[in-house]
């Protein structure tokens, strides 16, 4: 029987992908967005973990050659299913199969799929399957980030964000104690590699509006990257 479904916000994630270049970056950043992410490059297995757990959404590559059987399988027919998101091999977004029902959304073929454009239909297709009353927020101590709104406050402080701080603040809020290098932060807040300059400067900028007057939460570990939480070291 599959496990039940986890009771914190951090979605599980099934990538079904055989190219490397494709499945690792895609990989990487689904954990840095906090997503529990298992990675496998062949459909069969992709079969057997579908019936040791449940997964929230299924990545799959579709020019592997044996998904015709993981798409039939009972665990993609069930009532809890998970919705699937397909690719090809090369990361081209194909569309998805809300629920596991056949047929696509509409969007097969078109423009190239960047891992970015599948991180954020992926974060569609997951939200559409949250409970009632989850309401999207991230916290850590009195730090709040709302991902409706795109805001954050800081106990009654109302904190306004620029689209790529509210990228960066919940990259750092995902990952709360743990040290992201300038490279993590990079793929997740920018489509093309910053600058180690540009990545100094988001940092800067977002630690004034977080830290304000209060106790720092943003700190720097130098020569490794950057981390949210109390004083002391992750």
Request: charged share 30%; glycine share 10%.
């Amino acid at each position: 029987m599959p496990k039940p479904p986890s009771t914190d916000a951090e979605p599980d994630v099934l990538l079904v992908v055989g190219e490397p270049r494709t499945s690792e970056p895609l990989a990487a950043l689904l954990e840095l967005a906090g997503y529990r992410t298992v990675a496998v490059d062949r459909a069969t297995e992709a079969t057997a973990r579908l019936t040791e757990r449940r997964f929230d959404l299924v990545i799959l590559d579709v020019t592997l050659p044996d998904t015709e059987a993981l798409r039939h399988s009972r665990r993609l027919l069930a009532p809890d299913r998970p919705a699937v998101l397909l690719l090809t091999g090369t990361g081209e977004f194909l569309g998805s199969l809300p629920g596991g029902a056949p047929g696509t959304d509409g969007q097969a073929g078109g423009a190239h799929g960047r891992v970015a454009e599948v991180l954020a239909r992926a974060r569609q297709l997951v939200r559409s399957k949250e409970p009632t009353g989850w309401d999207g927020a991230l916290r850590h101590g009195d730090l709040v980030l709302d991902d409706a709104t795109r805001r954050a406050r800081r106990g009654e402080r109302t904190i306004e964000l620029t689209p790529a701080e509210y990228r960066l603040l919940r990259c750092l809020l995902v990952n709360a104690g743990r040290v992201l290098s300038k490279e993590q932060i990079g793929r997740h807040v920018w489509d093309d590699p910053p600058t180690d300059g540009a990545v100094e400067r988001l940092v800067s900028r977002l630690r004034r509006k977080v830290n304000g007057e209060q106790t720092a939460l943003i700190h720097t570990r130098r020569g490794f990257g950057y981390w949210l939480g109390r004083s002391g070291r992750p």
